[in-house]
């Protein structure tokens, strides 16, 4: 293969396809094997990739980057090495969904993964690049831009057709083609129609696979964190996380945070999440409540991705819009999802488990900091620079008008509520009893939510049962909805007291605040499967009234208290 290639008999990606046979060929022979076909492929890659000479003059400053850009032989030379890195870890012992993540993370006595040694000189080249690519849609850099490069860093025609659910032109045989569908010319050996084109293939192709490397890295666990600075990951990944349009972010959350997350070791939470979630869901939160408000008030999503692009009608500019931002939003509910799944939250019981069938005795509770080792949701709500922002968003899910996205929030929703049962936390209590009992609530009455309505009336009833008798607000919210009058709340919570039954609880619940609300609770009147209707212009109106206007608040609670 050497000789082919030096001969130019052989081209890169006919390289990294031999290679990738031999490692498919290797995988059955065992991890010995796999190692050994690994030095044999990677170590020839490795004396070019680890060099200095490039690194300062391509990835040192923006202007670099841009140079590189014109040096198209070896900025597609870089591109090969990444796929094949990115090859390698696929096919060495790594299997999506076959993977412990808990028992990888806390790093298992068990022979290391076949990449684990190539971690520690493979990694931070890629993250250098990365880092440089991100810092191309920093306003400052793009002004600076020359036409080429500030116009490869539009979004791409087949792009946009994939997202408006249009059909591609067919490439040739020699296509490369990626997960969302769009194509590089790979016969062309980076010789594309335009310069900016070319440009624009390469940046794409260097993103999708560089994030795939750094997901598929931190899936081996120990050797991935203890390899790597976690500041110059941060500063790689998230430094510009404002610039990042949104099918970026939800890439970079997607194939790198996540993967991240379920793998993280315990005791490394502390060193590794909190500088990459704290910009990530501060960003996120503002950025997707001002395009959020302005679809549901002006019917335009006005996300960052579009800009640049001229023509086409303004229908399909607003379908592209909203698709952009229906998909960020639900990346960052699933990435709240893991945080609170049971992998990660193995010190976290469940009510029936800590044998609470109503009330909890004041002398079981805990104290927060307890969850926070065995817990990822208890780490995250002990860290307030992580917690404010995903509390936040857990808030604004439920305004905003995508099913699915509330879907994908409830078991956050439900681990917090369960730690404000089980812990003697003041301000965590009074978040889930009053703002968070209330914008469940506000959420039952968009039609949309129909589908999760079940569970949405099954957070409500814990809520009331375990709490109601530690903090006012649910009594005060369920008093402030439109037809209700204080002997149906006294009524309703004696039916509660002849029943143990959580299902027989909820039924008693969902009666309640169907009758209260008079039937505007649209959710709850909605049994079928909810197509989410796309361009959605009318302004979201709450039919339920706002708790502030009818409670006597007295003290400042809730997130407000945080602040």
């Not at 997607?254 to 990530?280: F, G, N």
């Not at 009758?515 to 909810?530: T, Y």
Request: hydrophobic share 45%.
């Amino acid at each position: 293969m050497a000789y082919l290639q030096k001969e130019g008999c052989l081209l890169r990606a006919e390289h990294n396809l031999l290679g990738e046979a031999f490692l498919v060929m290797a995988s059955a022979a065992g991890i010995q094997q796999q190692q050994e076909v690994l030095a044999w492929l990677l170590e020839p890659l490795s004396k070019e990739w680890t060099q200095l000479e490039w690194q300062n003059a391509y990835l040192s400053d923006p202007t670099g980057l841009v140079h590189l850009c014109s040096e198209t032989q070896f900025m597609w030379s870089l591109f090969h090495t990444v796929t094949f890195f990115e090859k390698a870890l696929k096919r060495s012992g790594f299997r999506k969904g076959n993977i412990n993540f808990l028992n990888n993370s806390a790093g298992s006595s068990g022979p290391l993964h076949p990449m684990a040694s190539h971690l520690s000189w493979m990694l931070p080249p890629l993250l250098k690049i990365l880092r440089a690519i991100h810092s191309l849609w920093s306003p400052p850099v793009t002004r600076a831009l020359t036409g080429e490069v500030k116009g490869a860093l539009v979004m791409s025609d087949v792009e946009r057709n994939t997202l408006l659910g249009e059909a591609n032109s067919k490439l040739s045989k020699g296509a490369l083609t990626f997960s969302n569908g769009s194509q590089i010319d790979m016969n062309k050996e980076g010789y594309a129609e335009s310069i900016e084109i070319d440009i624009r293939n390469w940046l794409k192709g260097i993103r999708d696979s560089g994030y795939n490397v750094l997901g598929l890295s931190a899936t081996i666990g120990d050797s991935f964190f203890k390899c790597l600075d976690v500041h110059y990951v941060a500063l790689a990944l998230v430094e510009n996380i404002q610039s990042m349009e949104f099918r970026h972010i939800r890439q970079l959350v997607h194939s790198i945070l996540i993967p991240l997350v379920k793998c993280c070791p315990p005791d490394l939470w502390e060193v590794w999440l909190e500088k990459l979630l704290r910009p990530l869901l501060v960003h996120t939160q503002l950025a997707l409540n001002c395009s959020w408000s302005s679809l549901l008030q002006e019917g335009r999503a006005k996300v960052p991705d579009l800009h640049g692009i001229l023509g086409g009608s303004d229908l399909k500019v607003e379908v592209m819009e909203e698709k952009l931002l229906r998909d960020l939003t639900r990346e960052i509910c699933l990435l709240l999802s893991v945080l609170a799944s049971s992998g990660l939250n193995v010190g976290l019981p469940s009510l029936e488990q800590s044998g609470h069938i109503s009330r909890v005795d004041a002398s079981s509770l805990k104290d927060l900091d307890t969850f926070a080792s065995i817990s990822m949701v208890g780490f995250v709500l002990k860290h307030k620079g992580i917690a404010l922002p995903a509390l936040q968003l857990t808030l604004d899910v439920f305004k905003w008008n995508d099913g699915e996205a509330v879907n994908k929030v409830t078991s956050f929703c439900g681990a917090i509520i369960l730690l404000a049962i089980l812990t003697n936390n003041v301000e965590l209590l009074q978040f889930v009893s009053k703002d968070l009992f209330y914008a469940i609530i506000q959420g039952l009455a968009l039609e949309s939510n129909g589908i999760i309505s079940a569970d949405l009336v099954g957070l409500c009833r814990e809520i009331f049962v375990y709490l109601s008798d530690r903090d006012p607000a649910p009594r005060q919210i369920l008093l402030s909805l439109p037809c209700i009058t204080l002997q149906d709340l006294l009524a309703f919570e004696e039916a509660l007291t002849k029943t143990s039954s959580p299902k027989d609880q909820k039924q008693h619940m969902k009666s309640l605040l169907i009758s209260a609300s008079g039937n505007q609770l649209k959710a709850l009147a909605v049994q079928k499967s909810v197509n989410v209707i796309t361009n959605v212009s009318t302004r979201s109106r709450s039919l339920v009234s706002a708790p502030e206007s009818k409670i006597n608040e007295g003290d400042t609670i809730g997130l407000a208290a945080i602040l």
